[in-house]
């Protein structure tokens, strides 16, 4: 693998080159087959070269490949909004724009919240990811490696911790945290919108409580700060339902999509009540490439396949399967901590004898796993869980297959 071209500050976990892929495998330039658990990460819900959004892409292609929406609407474009708006579970009728990707989404977003409430402050998580564009940057509850050697970056952005049965932060814990943030270090009547994920995803997946997320739409009402929800990772039936939020018993008032929106196209959203995403003047949002015809064709045909029946079956197949193996790991092996996450969105942690963090464990069954044809992601601050995104589509014997080779990495390094 030729890396001499590429910018040595990209990361890359596994040092193999991918040739093609179907649904849940793919296969490397020396014909060796791997099982993929990490679907682009998060990207592949509905499997690699999906025949329907193949075909899909194929027949856009031949009609137009490219026109910029704020200089002439399209069909697919127009369409695909459309249906989104219908699809995101929302009481009230939303409108949005499409991007290139969920950072892009992100930042659209804080400029929609500056601009329709005249503040500037934004309250994020610890642990939280929100993309790697500077101003989300500035958002993410982790410095390494993100924010390194970044320097300043634009602001104000505060952080409270995340509250989670999976993190150890209760809800008094958390509320109280921003009632200190409020009395010491802000002003309440500066913040334009507090921003979230429902599970968060390079944390760890973990799952936010229900209880605090109520209070916070409760407390953001009163106070007239918006509510920003990040589905980029846990939405499109990631969690077993179409998006996580309603788990949370609230709804956001800005809604940020992205990775299996478009069956692997580059694509992302913002979704919202209509008169926020109405707040800046003409041009004040839109951009070149986004809401490209070939994805937008592609989101249309994901969106087709992601029935309510599909979705919750897909689900429960999956955490399943999951929930079994991992209460055969956990009586078995010491090192395996806690399972995180909800639906098919679920991470395994690893961790020493005194129940710290155990990276280099996680790093040992990476490499293990790959060896034995099964590729891994790792997650949280300390990257010691393990990130589980198979597609939603795997088939129930590959499944077993890459959860039995998983079973034996741990058995080897335990």
């Not at 330039?29 to 679907?39: A, E, M, N, W």
């Not at 402050?121 to 970044?150: E, S």
């Amino acid at each position: 693998m030729n890396l001499e071209s590429i910018s040595q500050s990209i990361a890359i976990v596994h040092p193999i080159t991918l040739s093609h892929g179907r649904n849940a495998e793919v296969w490397d330039t020396d014909g060796k087959r791997y099982i993929d658990f990490v679907g682009g990460i998060g990207v592949l819900n509905l499997g690699h070269c999906n025949p329907a959004v193949v075909e899909a892409i194929q027949a856009q292609a031949t009609r137009l490949t490219h026109y910029t929406f704020n200089a002439a609407p399209h069909g697919p474009y127009l369409s695909l909004m459309a249906q989104l708006c219908q699809f995101v579970p929302l009481s009230y009728p939303p409108a949005g724009m499409l991007t290139n990707s969920g950072a892009e989404a992100a930042e659209n977003a804080l400029k929609v919240a500056r601009g329709a409430t005249g503040k500037r402050a934004i309250i994020a998580f610890d642990g939280a990811f929100h993309g790697r564009t500077l101003a989300t940057l500035n958002l993410n509850g982790k410095v390494a490696p993100y924010k390194q050697r970044v320097g300043e970056l634009p602001g104000p952005v505060y952080h409270l911790p995340y509250p989670s049965a999976d993190t150890g932060v209760s809800c008094e814990q958390a509320l109280k945290a921003m009632e200190r943030l409020f009395s010491v270090e802000l002003a309440v009547e500066d913040v334009a919108a507090f921003i979230l994920e429902p599970v968060q995803g390079e944390g760890g997946f973990l799952a936010l409580d229900p209880g605090f997320a109520q209070a916070l739409r409760r407390f953001c009402d009163e106070h007239g700060i918006l509510i920003i929800i990040d589905e980029i990772q846990s939405g499109f039936g990631r969690t077993g339902q179409r998006f996580g939020f309603p788990r949370l018993g609230i709804e956001p008032d800005l809604l940020l999509l992205g990775k299996s929106i478009a069956g692997g196209m580059p694509l992302g959203a913002l979704v919202g009540r209509k008169g926020l995403m109405a707040a800046l003047p003409k041009g004040g949002l839109g951009g070149t490439y986004s809401g490209n015809p070939i994805a937008c064709a592609a989101a249309l045909a994901s969106l087709a396949q992601m029935t309510d029946e599909h979705i919750a079956t897909w689900g429960e197949q999956q955490a399943q399967a999951i929930t079994e193996r991992f209460a055969r790991w956990k009586a078995s092996y010491p090192f395996v901590g806690r399972l995180t996450g909800v639906g098919a969105m679920r991470g395994i942690e690893l961790v020493n004898a005194d129940g710290s963090p155990a990276p280099a464990l996680l790093a040992n069954v990476l490499d293990a796993a790959r060896a034995k044809g099964l590729l891994l992601m790792p997650s949280g601050k300390a990257r010691h869980i393990i990130r589980l995104l198979a597609p939603l589509t795997i088939e129930p014997e590959v499944l077993e297959e890459g959860l039995a080779i998983l079973e034996q990495c741990l058995a080897e390094v335990g």
